[in-house]
């Protein structure tokens, strides 16, 4: 551990500073979020994950379920390189929270992921979805929103599988939009097309809520980079509602000219129009229900025509379409996966690492959203990582022990002490989730 040596401050002589109190933490709100895990029963569902990876190591130091919760704090807390560990490997809070006294170093993280096998990831998104699922499960909801989606992970030199045209990896992500919880990631050579694999994505996220001991009406959105029959026909058959944009062309456009105009009667006045009929493209082998929004902006010359396909029959589409609308919001969720999760981060040299550490960061963040569903109030409940990390996971903390019990020792003067207790108020209050 490196050391500030004492060091006297010029604006104030009188000040001296100097890092030699090993029972210091900055990192003690952690302990909220282990008391979290633990109220909610997500101990036991992260270690029965960890028990199905594969095990390649002779007498391991460190097991798998250690591993994989170290990894989890570390990104939880804001720590994005594993090089971090080495410093964290003498934080006597991080140490409480892991529950040992010996926290691995980077280089057997490192070698962690780098052994961990493809079935491995897939053990692990799994757990993404599980965590999802069991919130749905013990609250009994049921119409989700699923949005589908993919984004761009930028890569480094000459690593596996990245794609040298788009500069990195191209994932599939899918998240359900009134709760802001992640259903799974595929990661993708940055060459693959949208909606290349969104079948094999899907299909098992659509298979698993099928097996809930109750209905649950899923609605899918997806921009036009996912209007594939491959893909309606999957819905269909899970008996899944959609709406999904499709790429404008000349056949939808002399459709929709029967009953909507191309250029606006009013120049000087702004106008919406909704239209629907029934059309199979070529490649379908039924016709299905397109929806059609014709908008005119003041002083454009000509109707901006949008197209989506659905097989939802019953509901109106101003009102289909106004639920389209919303998707966007997805593009924050898939921000914070990213930049406050490292869902992005890309420096392992293999696919399959780099696959793992994308995987690991989706399950940080479903801890931490249903930590954010269940434990904080309502209005705060899109709050970001890092303001949480700001006000809540770095509070400075000192460890001391007295009559055989740990004592950590928080600021009196923190700004942020009031939600601090009312969260661990909340916390207390919680029963485990349901799980199978």
């Not at 594969?54 to 704090?73: A, D, F, V």
């Not at 040299?349 to 269940?374: C, D, P, Q, V």
Request: aromatic share 10%.
């Amino acid at each position: 551990m490196t050391n500030l040596h004492e060091t006297q401050l010029r604006f104030n002589p009188k000040i001296k500073i100097k890092t030699d109190d090993v029972q210091l933490s900055n990192n003690a709100g952690l302990l909220f979020y282990a008391e979290f895990k633990h109220a909610a029963g997500l101990d036991q569902t992260i270690d029965q994950a960890a028990a199905q990876l594969s095990e390649k190591r002779i007498g391991p130091h460190y097991s798998k379920t250690s591993l994989l919760n170290q990894m989890l704090e570390l990104n939880i807390a804001g720590y994005g390189n594993d090089v971090a560990a080495d410093a964290l490997q003498h934080d006597p809070v991080m140490k409480q929270v892991h529950g040992t006294t010996d926290l691995a170093p980077q280089t057997t993280i490192s070698r962690f992921l780098s052994a961990l096998t493809c079935d491995d990831v897939l053990h692990l998104d799994r757990l993404i979805l599980t965590l999802a699922l069991d919130y749905i499960r013990t609250n009994h909801i049921d119409t989700v929103m699923l949005d589908v989606d993919s984004t761009h992970c930028d890569t480094f030199g000459h690593q596996e599988a990245a794609s040298f045209n788009a500069h990195g990896f191209h994932p599939l992500v899918a998240y359900i939009a009134q709760l802001n919880l992640l259903l799974g990631i595929k990661q993708r050579p940055g060459n693959q097309y949208t909606s290349t694999g969104v079948k094999e994505f899907l299909a098992p996220i659509f298979a698993a809520f099928c097996e809930l001991p109750f209905d649950v009406q899923l609605i899918l959105r997806g921009d036009s980079g996912f209007a594939t029959p491959e893909l309606y026909t999957l819905c269909e058959f899970y008996d899944v509602k959609y709406v999904i944009r499709l790429k404008r062309n000349a056949a939808l456009d002399q459709l929709a000219d029967e009953f909507t105009p191309v250029v606006p009667k009013h120049f000087d006045q702004n106008s919406v129009i909704y239209g629907e009929f029934n059309y199979a493209a070529k490649s379908w082998s039924i016709d299905r229900r397109v929806l059609v929004k014709s908008t005119h902006q003041v002083g454009e010359l000509f109707f901006e025509r949008q197209y989506v396909v659905t097989n939802m029959t019953e509901t109106g589409v101003k009102l289909l379409y106004l639920a389209y609308q919303k998707r966007g919001a997805m593009e924050n969720l898939i921000k914070e996966s990213k930049a406050g999760f490292f869902m992005d981060k890309t420096n392992s040299h293999t696919f399959t690492a780099n696959a793992a550490r994308a995987t690991i960061s989706g399950i940080a963040y479903n801890l931490i959203a249903l930590m954010k569903l269940m434990a904080l109030p309502k209005e705060q409940r899109n709050t970001t990582i890092s303001t949480l990390r700001f006000q809540i996971f770095h509070v400075a903390g000192k460890l001391a022990r007295h009559a055989g019990k740990i004592i950590i020792h928080l600021a009196q003067s923190n700004v942020f002490s009031q939600q601090i207790e009312a969260l661990l108020a909340n916390i207390h209050t919680l029963s485990p989730l349901v799980t199978n």
